[in-house]
């Protein structure tokens, strides 16, 4: 009886074995292949560029700012080079008058610093304010004629008027994000806009704010 129990197991274990054999195989051949597969999209991934933001190179950048839009074009020259989305004051409609109103102002300015390490990620600050807010604030009394008369002549001179009288100050274009209109009156880029546009803007660039 056990001679008989041992062979009809060694049986069943050689038919067992033929079976299995070639599933062991095929298990072997397929996880062979998937490794191959995987190497080859590898090799291939090594040897694709990649898509890094080209460095500008401008003769001539400006910056033009569409308020209602929220866009802000980078030119070169006459030659349109980017368009960004932008973020505002808290309260952007209209021209800015004074400290605190929460609005972007309005006008023709330039570049009259850049501060690489802002709370904001970069930052560049514009000449405001400029001669018409002066004029205009020295008429209605919410500034002194020697204000007025330090504004004009940090103009003359190409550098940063005063930013502490009630006309405010500290304007520029910075990083943080242009989710909304949320800044106290500057116009905000998202950071890797803003990285880019740093690159490119000199002191003395042109920027124009349009309504």
Same mark, same amino acid.
């Given at each position: 009886?056990?001679?008989?129990?041992?062979?009809?197991?060694?049986?069943?274990?050689?038919?067992?074995?033929?079976?299995?054999?070639?599933?062991?195989? /095929?298990?072997? $051949?397929?996880?062979? *292949?998937?490794?191959?597969?995987?190497?080859?999209?590898?090799?291939?991934?090594?040897?694709?560029?990649?898509? =890094?933001?080209?460095?500008?190179?401008?003769?001539?950048?400006?910056?033009?700012?569409?308020?209602?839009?929220?866009?802000?074009?980078?030119?070169?020259?006459?030659?349109?080079?980017?368009? /960004?989305?932008?973020?505002?004051?808290?309260?952007?409609?209209?021209?800015?008058?004074?400290?605190?109103?929460?609005?972007? @102002?309005?006008?023709?300015?330039?570049?009259?610093?850049?501060?690489?390490?802002? $709370? /904001?990620?970069?930052?560049?600050?514009?000449? /405001?304010?400029? @001669?018409?807010?002066?004029?205009? $604030?020295?008429?209605?009394?919410?500034?002194? @004629?020697?204000?007025?008369?330090?504004? =004009?002549? $940090?103009?003359?001179?190409?550098?940063?008027?005063?930013?502490?009288?009630?006309? *405010?100050?500290?304007?520029?274009?910075?990083?943080?994000?242009?989710?909304?209109?949320?800044?106290? *009156?500057?116009?905000? &880029?998202?950071?890797?806009?803003?990285?880019? &546009?740093?690159?490119?803007?000199?002191?003395?660039?042109?920027?124009?704010?349009?309504?």
């Amino acid at each position: 009886m056990r001679a008989s129990s041992s062979k009809i197991t060694a049986s069943v274990m050689s038919k067992l074995k033929r079976i299995f054999e070639p599933f062991h195989y /095929y298990v072997f $051949a397929a996880v062979l *292949g998937i490794f191959s597969l995987a190497a080859v999209v590898v090799s291939h991934a090594a040897n694709v560029p990649v898509d =890094l933001p080209v460095r500008l190179e401008l003769s001539e950048p400006r910056v033009v700012i569409l308020k209602s839009a929220r866009k802000l074009h980078l030119f070169d020259g006459s030659d349109l080079v980017r368009t /960004y989305d932008i973020g505002l004051g808290f309260k952007p409609v209209g021209q800015k008058v004074c400290e605190g109103d929460g609005r972007t @102002p309005l006008g023709h300015f330039r570049i009259c610093t850049k501060n690489p390490d802002s $709370a /904001y990620s970069r930052f560049m600050g514009i000449d /405001y304010p400029d @001669p018409p807010a002066a004029v205009r $604030a020295l008429r209605s009394g919410l500034i002194s @004629p020697g204000e007025h008369s330090g504004i =004009l002549s $940090a103009h003359r001179e190409k550098r940063c008027p005063i930013w502490t009288s009630a006309l *405010g100050g500290g304007i520029g274009i910075h990083g943080d994000g242009s989710r909304s209109d949320w800044t106290a *009156g500057c116009v905000a &880029l998202d950071d890797r806009d803003v990285e880019e &546009l740093f690159n490119v803007l000199r002191l003395g660039d042109p920027v124009e704010i349009l309504p």
